[in-house]
């Protein structure tokens, strides 16, 4: 069974500090896909980033970046010079493939709370 | 293009009713899944459909269906509601090409059971 997990309940810093989101997964699987979604306050799930297990690139959007290491089966995200508009939940998920469709099996999620 | 809406946004019910939520995915794509989030357990997948059928469920009782029509919009039901169906219902869509797509998500229908 597909598991992920993202220790970090909460964490809150001050804006214009670095901060990083742990996550860690669990499969069988030789092909997958990682996901980091973003929930605000309203709600809505917002994608941030999509990651096949054959591509352990880095990669650098803006102050996102995330670094997947498929030895150690983790896909961390790090917010450079956070801002207060990036308080929200994070979530990883893992992509199953169930049938000929799939499912996303998510983390608890980790609240980020940015301070000015 | 416009994203994935769901209506209604906020619902209030009583134990033992039902209720339908609505989803219209984005324009062009077949596949809609629905996840229920509560603060215990989490987001949880409920069904995905594509091309107007189930391909798969999560493990939800009965009370939890769904449907998918022509035009790819779905709903979900559930029946006999129960204090515990209080959460945030999610509906994603994607193209529906395979277990590498992308999903997309909605703002989400605040259910509240009292």
């Known amino acids: 069974a597909q598991k992920v997990t993202q220790a970090q309940t909460e964490i809150s810093v001050v804006e214009k500090e670095d901060v990083t989101l742990d996550c860690v997964y669990e499969?069988?699987?030789?092909?997958?896909?990682l996901f980091w979604y973003k929930q605000p306050p309203s709600g809505e799930l917002v994608f941030l980033i999509r990651?096949?297990?054959?591509?352990?690139q880095n990669e650098i959007s803006g102050r996102y970046s995330w670094n997947f290491q498929k030895s150690t089966s983790s896909f961390n995200f790090t917010i450079t010079a956070s801002q207060v508009v990036d308080s929200a939940v994070y979530f990883c998920a893992l992509s199953e493939a169930l049938n000929s469709g799939y499912a996303l099996n998510f983390g608890k999620g980790t609240s980020l709370l940015v301070t000015p | 293009k416009a994203g994935v809406t769901q209506t209604p946004r906020y619902l209030i019910k009583t134990r033992g009713q039902q209720v339908t939520l609505s989803c219209s995915p984005i324009?062009?794509?077949?596949?809609v899944s629905w996840y229920q989030q509560t603060p215990g357990q989490g987001l949880q997948f409920l069904f995905e459909y594509f091309s107007e059928t189930q391909r798969n469920k999560g493990n939800f009782p009965g009370r939890f269906s769904g449907r998918q029509f022509s035009n790819s919009r779905s709903e979900m039901n559930v029946s006999t509601l129960e204090l515990g169906d209080s959460a945030l219902y999610l509906c994603?869509?994607?193209?529906?090409?395979?277990?590498?797509?992308?999903?997309?998500f909605g703002p989400g229908t605040r259910l509240t059971v009292l």
């Open positions: 994603a869509s994607s193209t529906g090409t395979g277990w590498k797509d992308t999903q997309y």
């Open positions: 324009s062009g794509h077949r596949s």
């Open positions: 990651r096949n297990s054959f591509d352990e």
């Open positions: 499969t069988r699987d030789t092909t997958y896909y």
